[in-house]
């Protein structure tokens, strides 16, 4: 009778191990197909354009310096005040593209020097007019910054930017952001824009 048991017991495991392996390949199948299936959604998901899942337009301007115009413009438009007789985009779009040879077309060499740092910026062409334009500007609005006391000198290949402290986390402070760092620094260049798009009598960075 064990004996038997053991049997029908054998038969059974043998029966449910066939139909697990047919369920288990008919899932696979399955799951071949469904994985093909999503592949094809996958792609064609990618070939849409991205902008479809949005509503609305677009926020992006597709450009830096286009959109800092456009972001002027809407500043001058909302204002009543503003005297368009006197409204001058293109000194901001020279301005913008100075700002744009200082960062990418222009070489410095830093000098570690007592309180701080000393900086040669050297370029060519337009990139040699920005320096001239941007950096004995900029110093002045950095003097005082922190603490920090700047000076800044033309010479006939760029300018001379020294940027010291008495403080020695102001010193690493300084050294840290370098000279791109310490050109960007401060809230002023974006009151410059708005003053030349307006047509103010302000300083030329």
Known sequence: MKTDKMGIASLLAGALLALNITGVSAQSGAGH???GTHGMDQMEHAARPAAMPYAGIPALPGQDAFGAI???ITILEADPATDWSRVNIAALRAHLVDMNRLVMETD???KFI???LEMHVTGRGGALRAIHSMVPAHAPMIDGVNGWVARAIKT???ASLTVTSADPREVAHIRGLGFY???ATG?????HHLGLARGESVHTQ
């Not at 809230?187 to 009151?191: A, I, K, R, V």
């Open 156 to 158: 006939d290949t760029g």
């Open 187 to 191: 809230s002023h260049h974006q009151t």
């Open 70 to 72: 456009q972001e002027i």
């Open 114 to 116: 007592d309180g701080g």
């Open 181 to 183: 760092g310490l050109m």
């Open 33 to 35: 197909q469904m994985h």
């Open 108 to 110: 410095v060499r830093i």
